[in-house]
């Protein structure tokens, strides 16, 4: 496996750890929900068979499965790979503009006061 393979792949691991089992880094400090902020309520639901629920938090969520496991076992095919990351970027940052637009502040896309620049400008 070459550099830039193992490079593609450590990245895709490092951002679906972030999306679904890390605190949100953006939300922390910025309070403001991320493109993948509700995955883990997601998942949460699926694996509880409430689709219903799982799509409301995170209709993305399945894609973001499929996209995994397909670079876990397709990730010889360099070309294909960057392709569908792109298209799947894509998804999500559409998905996460209409979700602002339609849902912020209300659930499930909420601000949170617990945030770093909130708590610098309480106390300034």
Known sequence: MDFQKTKTLGIVLILFLLLL???CPIQSVTGLPCP???MKTSLYY???FKFSLSLYYHALLIPTI???I????NHKNHEQTKKLLIVWAIFMIVYYIYRMIVYFPDSPMMYSKE???YFIFRHV
Not at 70 to 73: A, D, K, L, N, S
């Open 36 to 38: 993948g902020c509700n």
């Open 21 to 23: 089992f890390y605190k």
């Open 115 to 117: 945030n770093l620049i």
């Open 46 to 48: 699926l694996v509880h």
């Open 66 to 68: 499929v996209m995994f």
């Open 70 to 73: 397909w670079i876990v076992f």
